[in-house]
């Protein structure tokens, strides 16, 4: 089946650093997704993508969709303490309503 | 405005002990999709319902079920638990079948232990 590998794995920098990591697959995705999941709640949507090479921000964070349809990267600039949590890359292959997500990447902030 | 309501919470069940988890959607939606997200791993799709038919389904075993009521909340039933069903069980809901975007909101989940 479908799968996306995520990395890095876990992540510790120190506050004001900047982030990147990405997302790679085997099959090509018509739409990228990350998402953001702290402890005991629900994954929240920070960006969607939808278009080979469209580049999209949301505040201090920026995603692409690769030009292959197969690979995604997200950038935290100037990561804050409250960027802590677990960010998780999902595609969506066919439109049908069900997303396809990566291991996820743990990410700690040193104030 | 209400958000996705999962329930119970948590929960704590024995190996071949029967579950149902519960889930009412955001006010309007009429699609809601159930996912598994066991510990260290993102979250694995299981069943999208719509309109009370089924309309997806993940590589789960015959043990899980689900449906969809008129008033578009839902259920997911697992029987004869093993120890591997432990999980958070997300529900997540969206106007729309084909929706997976902005409109596809998760509620926080019911943490399913069993022991």
């Known amino acids: 089946g479908q799968q996306l590998n995520q990395s890095p794995q876990s992540m510790f920098i120190q506050e004001g650093e900047d982030v990147s990591m990405n997302c790679t697959s085997s099959?090509?995705?018509?739409?990228w997704l990350w998402y953001k999941q702290e402890p005991g709640e629900g994954p929240v949507l920070l960006i969607a993508?939808?278009?080979?090479?469209e580049l999209t921000s949301n505040g201090r964070l920026t995603a692409q969709f690769g030009i292959t349809r197969k690979d995604s990267f997200l950038n935290i600039s100037a990561s804050i303490p409250s960027d802590v949590g677990i960010y998780f890359c999902?595609?969506?292959?066919?439109?049908?309503?069900?997303?396809?997500f990566g291991k996820g990447t743990k990410l700690s902030v040193k104030p | 405005d209400a958000g996705v309501t999962q329930s119970p919470t948590h929960l704590i069940k024995t190996r071949g002990q029967h579950v149902t988890l519960r889930c009412s959607p955001i006010?309007?939606?009429?699609?809601v999709s159930w996912y598994q997200q066991v510990l260290g791993q993102g979250p694995q799709f299981i069943f999208q319902?719509?309109?009370?038919?089924?309309?997806g389904r993940g590589n789960f075993p015959d043990r899980f079920s689900a449906r969809q009521f008129p008033n578009y909340s839902s259920e997911l039933n697992v029987n004869a638990l093993l120890l591997g069903d432990s999980a958070l069980y997300l529900c997540?809901?969206?106007?729309?079948?084909?929706?997976?975007?902005?409109?596809?909101?998760f509620g926080s989940g019911t943490r399913l232990t069993v022991v």
């Open positions: 997540a809901s969206s106007p729309s079948p084909r929706t997976t975007n902005y409109g596809y909101t």
């Open positions: 006010s309007g939606h009429k699609s």
């Open positions: 319902y719509y309109e009370k038919e089924e309309r």
């Open positions: 999902a595609g969506d292959s066919r439109g049908q309503g069900n997303l396809i």
């Open positions: 099959s090509i995705f018509n739409t």
């Open positions: 993508l939808y278009k080979a090479g």
